[in-house]
């Protein structure tokens, strides 16, 4: 075994390998971005070297960079985690060069399975039902939409570059198929560098299914059973299971074959995924699922599998780069219980699930589950990286109780003043159809109103925020403004008490109980949690806030740093409410700005591909009276 191994990545996963490599007695070694200087992958590593700016295409995504560091730290092996440098067949053929031990699959095979057109072709010759569509070399628009008309709508335009939910457009008929395929091919060259598309067939009642393969370097292959990842927002995963809930032995036995021929067929070496989607309509069946593409490194959602195998995929990822057998035969790998992981982002669901950056001043996570975060309290989220900033993953014996488990986690994180999307998880593992195993990949976007929305605060929170909130406000009872004049410690208490939760009054309920409130008090702000939801209260009313002012006045900015995309209406325009007025990339995610109301647009500072910086005004709207 090699005895030090630098992690060519950032975050939770970067922290996940080097607890292996502890374990293992693995010496670590961190790279970091200058954002990254304080962040907890590098406080944790023993050696730790800074890359480059924060730019991940400066820092993370330099492979010259890394290699370099690898050389200055003695470093024998790099560990690319997912995502940055995981899929580049360049840059595993550089490490190997470097003569250094690269962990994952061979360059060869990263290149065969990168392009989703050229691995359907493989998928086709070695046997594997692969989605119907048409991967043609001909790429003329005629020729794609013949091809669209004969595999009928509705149906998918993707890059054969593309990856993590990107250069991807569902099309519903053939009028739409023109401008879909401009876009699409739009996207894929400013995101992948190539333009070109395939056509799939849009499969209804969609699931996403996939199987966790492992290849040693003597040529077995075992799978690791199948996680379902159906539970999706714009074709991101949010929520992962193992197993798949309603999976039969029949369809398991179809799947898991059909993965290990596949990873056979192209020498798999390490750890890697080969992604199903399923036509549920009908439950699972094993004549309706296909082969939809393969991922040639550690999954985002490995933690369910390792739950419910006892494996560590790390600590295989280690022994097979190393020159090891596969620890465990196909017979030795058991099954065992159910693990559901949900992915908690800084992200704001109820503003459309924008992301959030800043400090987190307050950051609990729940005990009980096995938590994978990147960050601690009293670090920062920046802005320059996926917004995604822990897992949590429950295991039990039922997917009920994994399923009450993780709901239960979710519902008492505690984030402030960083948004997160906690509450929101807690209500799809909580939802009735969740629980009755009835997902598909159109769950969230379907219930997507009950989903994002926050409930108002419970009664009890109100009560207990009254409490606390007269207790703290006590020695201020002169105060003019306060809400709480008229209080006397010895007349019979009020039945109500008026409070401001962000900002909104509450005629709260009080009680005669003498409260616990756990009220937490940062800054300017008393915050209560419930649910995974943060609640400001006050006994005063709110100081409008500039943010919505600016909403008032008609003031579009930038809510983050961040690229223009696309500006979707021109100076002078007349729009509507909620009309785009352009699209903001930020944080992997584009995020669209509205018209606030019905107006003229006066003035518009940027165009597509302008870099911004945050709070930047962006346009402005004047409104129409006529
Ligand atoms: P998966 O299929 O495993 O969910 P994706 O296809 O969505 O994975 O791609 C992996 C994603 O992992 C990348 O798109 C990126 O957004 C994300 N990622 C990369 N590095 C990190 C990291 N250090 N921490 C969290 N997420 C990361
Ligand atoms: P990426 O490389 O971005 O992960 P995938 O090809 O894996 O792209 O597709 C991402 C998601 O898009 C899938 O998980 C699924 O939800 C949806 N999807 C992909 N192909 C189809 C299809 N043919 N029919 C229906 N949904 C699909
Ligand atoms: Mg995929």
Redesign the pocket.
């Known amino acids: 075994m090699f005895k030090s191994v630098l992690v060519a990545n950032r975050g939770e996963i970067a922290r996940r390998i080097f607890r292996t490599a502890r374990r293992m007695g693995i010496a670590t070694v961190a790279v970091y971005s200058e954002a990254d200087a304080q962040s907890a992958h590098v406080r944790e590593a023993d050696h730790a070297i800074l890359i480059g700016p924060p730019a991940a295409r400066d820092s993370y995504l330099r492979a010259d960079a890394v290699l370099a560091a690898a050389q200055d730290s003695g470093a024998e092996a790099i560990h690319p985690g997912y995502g940055f440098l995981s899929e580049n067949a360049d840059f595993a053929e550089a490490v190997l060069a470097a003569g250094l031990i690269w962990i994952g699959p061979p360059a060869k095979v990263i290149s065969a399975m990168g392009r ?1 057109d050229a691995a359907k072709a493989l998928m086709i010759k070695a046997g594997v039902p692969v ?1 119907p ?1 048409y991967l043609g070399e001909d790429q003329d628009a005629e020729n794609l939409q013949a091809e669209a008309a004969r595999i009928g709508y509705p ?2 335009i ?1 890059a054969v570059a ?7 457009r ?1 099309v519903e008929t053939a009028d739409g198929f023109l401008s879909a395929l401009t876009s699409c091919r739009r996207e894929a060259a400013a995101g992948f560098g190539d333009d070109r598309v395939l056509i ?5 009642t ?1 699931r ?1 299914i996939e199987v966790q393969v492992f290849g040693d370097q003597a040529g077995r292959v075992v799978h690791l059973f199948e996680r379902d ?2 539970l ?1 927002r714009r ?3 949010v929520i992962e299971e193992a197993p798949a809930p309603g999976m039969t032995l029949a369809v398991r036995e179809a799947v898991t074959t059909a993965a290990v021929r596949a990873a056979q067929a192209v020498g798999y070496v390490g750890a890697g995924t080969i ?1 199903f ?1 399923a036509d549920a309509g009908e439950g699972l069946r094993a004549d309706r699922i ?1 082969f ?2 393969m ?1 040639t490194r550690l999954q985002v959602e490995h933690p369910v599998t390792e739950a419910v195998t006892g494996v560590d995929l790390v600590e295989w990822q280690f022994r097979v780069a190393a020159g090891e057998r596969l620890p465990l035969t196909q017979d030795e790998i058991k099954l065992s219980g159910h693990a559901i992981e949900a992915r908690l982002y800084a992200e704001n669901p109820a503003s459309g699930f924008l992301p959030s950056i800043g400090t987190l001043e307050h950051f609990q996570l729940p005990d009980g589950v096995r938590v994978d975060s990147a960050v601690e309290e009293g670090d920062e989220v920046s802005p320059f990286y996926d917004p995604m900033i822990a897992k949590l993953i429950a295991h039990a014996q039922t997917r009920e109780g994994a399923s009450d488990l993780l709901a239960e986690a979710c519902a008492s994180v505690e984030i402030w003043p960083v948004k997160a999307n906690a509450g929101f998880l807690a209500r799809c593992l909580d939802h009735p159809d969740f629980i009755a195993g009835k997902v598909d ?1 159109g769950f969230i976007e379907n219930r997507l109103a009950d989903l994002a929305q926050r409930p108002a605060p419970s009664a009890a929170l109100q009560t207990l925020a009254a409490a606390a909130l007269m207790a703290s406000d006590q020695g201020e009872i002169n105060d003019p403004w306060s809400a709480l004049t008229g209080f006397r410690l010895n007349a019979p208490p009020p039945s109500e008490l008026r409070i401001y939760v962000d900002g909104e009054p509450f005629d709260a309920p009080m009680s005669d109980e003498d409260f616990e409130a756990d009220l937490l008090v940062l800054n300017d702000a008393s915050v209560l949690f419930e649910g995974g939801e943060a609640f400001a209260v006050s006994s005063r009313p709110p100081v409008r806030d500039p943010a919505s002012l600016a909403a008032g006045n008609g003031e579009i900015r930038s809510p983050m740093p961040g690229k223009v995309v696309s500006v979707s209406a021109n100076l002078g325009d007349k729009v509507l409410k909620g009309q785009v007025i352009l699209v903001l990339e930020a944080m992997k995610m584009e995020h669209t700005l509205i018209a606030p109301f019905d107006g003229i647009i006066e003035a518009l500072a940027v165009s597509t591909g302008d870099q911004v910086s945050e709070g930047v005004a962006l346009a402005r709207l004047k409104a129409d009276i006529a």
């Open positions: 989703k989605t569509g149906l998918l993707k593309g990856g993590g939910g990107k250069g991807m569902r799939e067939k849009y499969i209804s969609p996403h990842c159906s999706q074709h991101q995963k992604e989607i296909w939809m593409e991922n990949t």
